[in-house]
């Protein structure tokens, strides 16, 4: 099993997605790879890759509204934690730099470089 932690995600969205009417209790898939469509929430895209959603249990006295992430790098998962502020940079540096970037051009069947997050076509 790969550690998830080493994984670095696509960036579908440079800040968070504002989420309102969660119930207490209620149970979220939030999306880490960064490909699911229907972002921050897990769609299955991550399928083939190595990624896994994480499971989030709205807490019992929820907010009115969540800022929850959509960059992917939140240290607080799912919760925005302003990494996305200054992080273009990044994650600019993070694929020219990329160990595997000589195959980005190739990438083939999959669906992103779990190295860098580096994504073919999005
Ligand atoms: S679609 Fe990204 S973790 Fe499921």
């Known amino acids: 099993m790969t550690d998830q932690s ?4 696509h960036v ?3 800040g968070p997605c504002s989420i309102r009417d969660l119930k207490p209790g209620e ?7 960064g490909l699911s469509k229907k972002q921050p929430w897990c769609d299955g ?17 929820a ?9 992917k790098y939140t240290k607080r998962s799912p919760i925005c934690d ?5 992080l273009t940079s990044t994650i600019r540096e ?6 595997l970037k000589q195959e980005h051009s190739n990438i083939g069947d999959k669906k992103l470089c779990e190295q860098c997050g580096f ?4």
Do not use: M, N
Not at 6 to 9: A, M, R, S, W, Y
Not at 52 to 60: C, F, G, T
Not at 119 to 122: E, N, R
């Open 6 to 9: 080493t994984l670095k995600p």
């Open 12 to 14: 579908p969205t440079y």
């Open 27 to 33: 149970i979220k898939l939030w999306c880490t790879c």
């Open 45 to 61: 895209s991550h399928t083939g890759t190595s990624f896994r959603p994480l499971k989030w249990i709205v807490p019992e006295h």
């Open 63 to 71: 907010q009115t509204v969540y800022l929850i992430c959509a960059c």
């Open 82 to 86: 302003a990494t996305h502020i200054g």
């Open 94 to 99: 993070q694929i020219e730099g990329c160990p």
């Open 119 to 122: 994504v073919p076509d999005w």
